[in-house]
């Protein structure tokens, strides 16, 4: 019995090895599915901006009037906005759109407690000074989330400026300083709803990581399915490296969620356009900073979304970029981005 068991686990493991090498091999095969032109669009986080020592509005009117960005994901930072319970103060929010909308811009704007930039969940002191006391507070959170997302969209749901919606960032995804591993489905369908209750005009997109996730239980609840794609990443003990597949690997991954969640609209919501370091990025050494970007890789990771087959593409770092240009007196990849952004005007 035992030579028996051990002959199963064997086949078993020969075949998931055969399995995988040839899915590597059909991965990395080329593919001529090239965008010629893509919407390109970026993510600004007045945070960021601020935490690497900018002009945080300084650098958002450079976005606009040098680079001439059409298209902008906004972070709705919760702490921020509800510092004390009931007391909102949309000032910088108000600002932002109103700047984009002057220049003709289109936003997404998100909502949720966790939204882009570290760390990730973004929860007023109010709920808990640490993550020990959200938990301890978590039926509260999840009450003032909902109520907070519903006096969001409230706000804005006549703002021209709006295109789309984005509930929760990478929902799915255990990471990030949270109370939690994840949102959990049944949160995100409730904050979901509060969202189409209180604008049933705009469409909302959901997001999950390129990489490590199916796309299939975000997808399924979005009107708009948006992925990160990142290609140049570190990890403590292994150092820097490059995710070992092509593009046709988002190809497949598109025809899974057109199958499988009936979802048919895609967007790169999240490319990588900056380094992924250890620890804080602009307190690494440049050098250190550009093994894992610069001018030529960030490039390659646009051709690459393209040659995934998407139309519409939102770049992260743009405020890396600015830091380079300003701080750093290093303006390649902020011109080199000007004429992208250019070149793909459609």
């Given at each position: 019995m035992l030579k028996i068991?051990?002959?199963?686990?064997?086949?078993a493991v020969s075949a998931i090895t055969v399995a995988t090498i040839i899915f590597f091999i059909y991965f990395n095969l080329p593919t001529e599915n090239i965008i010629e032109k893509a919407d390109i669009g970026v993510t600004f986080s007045l945070r960021y901006s601020q935490d690497i020592g900018l002009d945080w509005k300084e650098n958002y009117l450079a976005m606009l009037d040098d680079l001439k960005i059409k298209k902008i994901r906004i972070p709705v930072y919760w702490d921020l906005v509800e510092k004390e319970k009931d007391q909102y103060d949309f000032s910088d929010i108000d600002w932002q759109l109103e700047e984009a909308q002057k220049r003709g811009a289109e936003i997404i704007l998100v909502v949720g407690q966790k939204v882009p930039?570290?760390?990730?969940?973004?929860?007023?002191?109010?709920?808990?000074?640490?993550?020990?006391?959200?938990?301890e507070?978590?039926?509260?959170?999840?009450?003032?989330i909902l109520e907070f997302v519903g006096d969001v969209?409230?706000?804005?749901?006549?703002?021209?400026?709006?295109?789309?919606?984005?509930?929760?960032?990478?929902?799915?995804?255990?990471?990030?300083?949270?109370?939690?591993?994840?949102?959990?489905?049944?949160?995100?369908?409730?904050?979901?709803?509060?969202?189409?209750?209180t604008d049933s005009s705009r469409q909302v997109i959901?997001?999950?990581?390129?990489?490590?996730?199916?796309?299939?239980?975000?997808?399924k609840r979005a009107d708009v399915f948006g992925t990160t794609m990142y290609r140049n990443v570190y990890k403590e003990g292994w150092g820097y490296y490059v995710y070992p597949i092509g593009p046709r690997f988002f190809?497949?991954?598109r025809w899974f969620?057109?199958?499988?969640?009936?979802q048919e609209d895609a967007i790169v919501i999240e490319l990588q356009g900056e380094p992924w370091v250890a620890g804080w990025t602009t307190n690494q050494p440049l050098e250190e900073q550009f093994k894992s970007m610069n001018a030529e890789k960030?490039?390659?990771?646009?051709?690459?979304?393209?040659?995934?087959?998407?139309?519409?593409?939102?770049?992260?770092?743009?405020?890396?970029?600015?830091w380079l240009k300003t701080e750093k007196d290093l303006p390649e990849i902020w011109n080199m981005m000007k004429g992208i952004i250019n070149k793909n005007q459609k």
């Open positions: 068991f051990l002959k199963s686990i064997a086949v930039r570290w760390p990730e969940c973004h929860i007023p002191r109010w709920i808990g000074e640490n993550s020990s006391e959200v938990r507070n978590e039926k509260l959170k999840d009450e003032e969209v409230k706000r804005y749901k006549n703002h021209e400026a709006i295109k789309y919606w984005q509930v929760e960032n990478e929902p799915f995804l255990a990471f990030g300083d949270c109370s939690r591993p994840t949102i959990g489905a049944e949160m995100l369908d409730k904050e979901i709803a509060v969202v189409k209750s959901v997001t999950d990581s390129g990489e490590l996730s199916t796309w299939i239980p975000a997808a190809l497949t991954k969620i057109e199958k499988f969640a009936g960030l490039s390659e990771n646009i051709l690459y979304a393209q040659k995934s087959g998407f139309d519409t593409i939102y770049i992260w770092g743009v405020e890396w970029w600015y």
